[in-house]
């Protein structure tokens, strides 16, 4: 069974760092691409970072360039979500996701083939 897994969520402070880990396994990601979305409460789920499983290129969101940093490990099927400078607007549920077709945005959910569960970081001020 394909499947992604999140884990690293939780309480911090404005200012504060937290890690995502989304574990991969099941299948072959060499050659997904694989992404970070959020969704706060009531509002619709929005892109965040992606990363190229092969090449390992980035985008990031406007709203969190600087801050937060995508990577991969391939040894460990595992892709991070470093997260620095955290501010309550970053509060939201997180989910990783995944997909293997050429895509026109790569910021629409709607490409994605694949998703997690989510995780939830709070950040309080």
């Known amino acids: 069974q394909v499947q992604l897994v999140e884990t690293g969520g939780g309480l911090v402070q404005a200012g504060g760092s937290l890690r995502l880990s989304c574990a991969a396994s099941?299948?072959?990601?060499?050659?997904?691409?694989m992404g970070w979305f959020r969704q706060a409460p009531g509002k619709e789920r929005v892109f965040v970072a992606r990363?190229?499983?092969?090449?390992?290129?980035?985008y990031y969101a406007d709203s969190v360039k600087g801050r937060f940093t995508i990577s991969r490990d391939s040894a460990k099927n595992t892709m991070y979500l470093q997260m620095n400078s955290l501010k309550p607007e970053d509060t939201a549920v997180y989910y990783c996701?995944?997909?293997?077709?050429?895509?026109?945005?790569?910021?629409?959910?709607?490409?994605?083939?694949?998703w997690g569960q989510g995780t939830q970081v709070t950040v309080s001020s």
């Open positions: 996701a995944a997909n293997w077709r050429p895509l026109v945005d790569i910021t629409k959910t709607y490409g994605y083939n694949l």
């Open positions: 099941g299948g072959t990601f060499s050659t997904a691409g």
């Open positions: 990363i190229s499983w092969r090449s390992g290129i980035t």
